[in-house]
């Protein structure tokens, strides 16, 4: 039974990390789960028929939870909040790693794009829609994770589905070549370029968390944002950009004598031009990616 459960560990993982944007919350909400489930009396898991229902179950209502009161805390946090960023690393065949981020598979449902859709939703809304449309969970299970009906929580998840933005994302090729050409245009500092490859309404939302220097507010229109890259390539001699995966989707990484300092996701409009970049900066949303994109030793 023991080994059962223990096997059931990167599945709760995939669930808390998407329910939660937050690896460090993900992996408290499954420790926890797993702590109540050896706090049972043996007989009482014995009677469990299916000890990873249970734990999916238990774990989506400790994220509940985490959501409720993590509105408030990122009310308070310094400018905005994105999801923690993920190495290409994650979800390696095989991998024997314990870090969280090594555990989690990059699909669709983990690219910043996603994620940040799923924060504007009720955290009931997220949980019946992660729950049931992510990972197909019925919504008899879900029912037991919202404590509502079925009926209700297929409602919460149709009301969540309308949220997310529906038309085909770009290919990932295309993707790769503009954030290359965007990665050029930087280094070269040239703004006509990257006001080319940058939708005019385009976005930029950047995260420090009041530890590392960041835009407070969104930079809007690709004019504005395009000015604002190349004044910070003016003020950081020796950055270092690289392309890498970032959740799955190109990106880009900056660091300094090899430390990463910054992780940059973006997601194309239709015609293939840059239309929302995230940029996150606070270090402590970057530990995974300690000698670039590698899991940070324990």
């Given at each position: 039974m023991g080994d059962g459960v223990v096997g059931e560990r990167r599945q709760l993982i995939n669930v808390a990390y998407r329910l939660l944007g937050s690896l460090a919350e993900a992996e408290d909400a499954v420790q926890e789960a797993y702590a109540r489930w050896y706090a049972l009396p043996p007989s009482r898991r014995h009677e469990i028929a299916s000890p990873g229902a249970w734990l999916t179950t238990v774990t989506g209502r400790i994220c509940l939870d985490v959501l409720g009161s993590s509105r408030a805390r990122r009310e308070r946090y310094v400018g905005a909040w994105l999801p923690d960023p993920l190495p290409g690393r994650a979800g390696r065949p095989h991998g024997t790693s314990?870090?969280?981020?090594?555990?989690?598979?990059?699909?669709?449902?983990?690219?910043?794009?996603?994620?940040?859709?799923?924060?504007?939703?009720?955290?009931?809304?997220?949980?019946?829609?992660?729950?049931?449309?992510?990972?197909?969970?019925?919504?008899?299970?879900?029912?037991g994770v919202l404590d509502r009906t079925p009926a209700a929580c297929k409602q919460l998840a149709a009301s969540a589905r309308r949220r997310v933005r529906t038309g085909a994302p770009a290919p990932a090729g295309g993707q790769a070549e503009t954030v290359r050409r965007v990665k050029e245009a930087w280094e070269a500092k040239d703004i006509a370029a990257l006001v080319d490859l940058l939708d005019p309404a385009a976005v930029m939302t950047a995260d420090g968390g009041g530890l590392a220097g960041a835009a407070l507010r969104p930079v809007e229109g690709g004019p504005h944002i395009a000015r604002y890259m190349a004044g910070i390539a003016v003020k950081a001699p020796g950055l270092e950009l690289l392309e890498r995966p970032v959740n799955g989707t190109p990106g880009l990484v900056a660091r300094r004598a090899g430390t990463v300092l910054t992780v940059a996701a973006f997601d194309l409009a239709a015609d293939g031009r840059v239309a929302r970049i995230w940029v996150i900066r606070n270090p402590e949303k970057l530990r995974v990616w300690a000698g670039d994109g590698a899991p940070s030793p324990r």
């Open positions: 314990g870090d969280p981020a090594d555990q989690l598979v990059l699909d669709e449902s983990v690219t910043m794009a996603f994620l940040v859709v799923l924060e504007t939703m009720t955290p009931a809304e997220r949980v019946a829609f992660v729950l049931h449309d992510v990972f197909r969970y019925p919504f008899a299970e879900v029912a």
